[in-house]
């Protein structure tokens, strides 16, 4: 049974930090460019980062960059987002998905390009 599965989020103060993972079970994520999406009540789903099959490129939308950090770990099959100096508006679901490629296309990741999701992990950064 293919697998995408989330898990890391939670309840943080602003400042804080959270590493999510997304692990994958019954396919090998070796081959695809992965990406991380969010989706807050009321707003469209917008892609945050994503990182190329071999961990040699990644990419950042401009709200995160500097303070979010993708990686992968194809040993165990699992993606990682580190998410340091969280802030309110960083509140979403978090989600991760399998690019339909090896490679992250210019800007922000665009959910059209992505074929598998996992279910999603909720963040809330409040004090």
């Known amino acids: 049974q293919l697998q995408l599965v989330e898990s890391g989020g939670g309840l943080v103060q602003p400042g804080g930090s959270l590493r999510l993972s997304c692990a994958a079970s019954g396919f090998t994520l070796d081959y695809y460019a992965i990406g991380w999406f969010r989706q807050a009540p009321g707003k469209e789903r917008e892609g945050v980062s994503c990182?190329?099959?071999?961990?040699?490129?990644?990419n950042y939308a401009d709200s995160v960059k500097g303070r979010f950090t993708i990686s992968r770990d194809n040993a165990k099959n699992t993606v990682y987002l580190q998410m340091n100096s969280l802030k309110p508006e960083d509140t979403a679901v978090y989600y991760c998905?399998?690019?339909?490629?090896?490679?992250?296309?210019?800007?922000?990741?665009?959910?059209?390009?992505?074929?598998?999701w996992g279910q999603g992990t909720q963040v809330t950064v409040s004090s």
């Open positions: 990182i190329s099959s071999s961990g040699g490129s990644t």
């Open positions: 998905a399998v690019a339909l490629s090896s490679y992250c296309s210019g800007g922000d990741p665009a959910p059209y390009e992505y074929d598998y």
